[in-house]
């Protein structure tokens, strides 16, 4: 063999194996990012047999709303609604299991009867028994679940671009296929990547800021999260909505931003349909998270319906 096919043939390996050390991107330390976004030790609330990370701001006897958040986010997505209602409500928000500080769910079931399982024990160990429930996306779903299944504990219903109608190229009752790139960010997990992935959440993606990037690149890097996404991903099977949109008592607001372009506002006329007597909001140029891209605009419909 010819010296410079030698020098060839040891030096791909070589190469990428610098390259794949230079991408790969470990956890966080749990110490680490405490220090950046856990207020107080005791924002962490063990119920349904886990420790959940929780806030809880406002009068304790005031009436009480419970806030969830979307697939790879966290309890800081509520952040500017929190405050601004936290003098008339009590406001509660937490990680989801898999999610932010909660971590992963030591039972490894992040299907939706387990979320409405935590759900019920956060309220139960808070001495919640009546909220309104206002929830994002996968946290939209569990809201309105929560709400069909347990109507005598939910006051009103806030949805947010809610989740639960199959999507296009998915399917009712069928485990989903996680592609191989997905699988991927279990060890490699860059910047731009993140920034990528959070684009089509906002209308006006030039709205992300730094400050955001990180913030969900840390917490998707807390130990065991990336793992955990992925099976909540792998466990996604979704039912046909109808059934259960159809007991919902409590008065619904749906909130819709017209450019989402991850669950789109055609959707919300699906939602209206079977939802009796629910009213739907749409905000022009915002996109699936309007809680954090336009949090005052997004908030004064939703203030109006709760008060």
């Known amino acids: 063999m010819k010296p410079a096919l030698v020098i060839l043939a040891l030096g791909v390996p070589v190469l990428l194996a610098a390259c794949a050390a230079w991408l790969y991107t470990p956890d966080r330390s749990r ?14 609330v063990e119920a349904a047999g886990m420790r959940l990370h929780v806030r809880d701001d406002g009068p304790r006897d005031a009436p009480a709303i419970v806030m969830m958040h979307g697939f790879g ?3 800081h997505t509520w952040e500017p609604w929190a ?11 937490f990680d989801l299991p898999g999610f932010g500080l909660t971590g992963p769910d030591p039972t490894g079931d992040y299907g939706d009867a387990r979320s409405l399982e935590v759900l019920a024990g956060l309220m139960d160990r808070l001495g919640v028994a009546r909220a309104s429930l206002i929830g994002n996306s996968i ?5 309105w679940k929560f709400a069909a299944l347990n109507p005598a504990r939910v006051d009103r219903l806030v949805l947010v671009s809610p989740d639960g109608f199959a999507s296009r190229g998915s399917a009712y009752g069928q485990a989903p296929a996680v592609p191989a790139s997905i699988r991927l960010m279990r060890f490699v997990l860059p910047t731009a ?11 006006d993606p030039t709205l992300i800021t730094p400050a955001l990037v990180a913030r969900y690149r840390d917490l998707m890097l807390a130990p065991g999260v990336r793992d955990a996404m992925i099976a909540r991903m792998e466990q996604a099977v979704v039912e046909r909505p109808e059934p259960l949109l159809g007991r919902i008592e409590a008065p619904t607001l749906l909130v819709w931003g017209e450019k989402d372009a991850l669950i789109p506002i055609s959707n919300a006329a699906d939602y209206a349909s079977q939802i009796g007597g629910s009213r739907v909001v749409a905000l022009p ?23």
């Open 31 to 44: 110490t680490d990012l405490e220090a950046r976004y856990l207020d107080a030790p005791t924002d962490y």
């Open 73 to 75: 986010s966290s309890l």
């Open 83 to 93: 405050q601004a209602l936290a003098g008339a409500h009590r406001v509660v928000r």
């Open 139 to 143: 946290g939209g779903r569990i809201a």
């Open 193 to 203: 990547l993140v920034r990528m992935s959070l684009a089509p959440a906002y209308g």
């Open 285 to 307: 140029g915002l996109g699936h998270v309007p809680q954090e891209e336009a949090p005052e605009v997004s908030l004064a419909p939703v203030r109006e319906f709760l008060e």
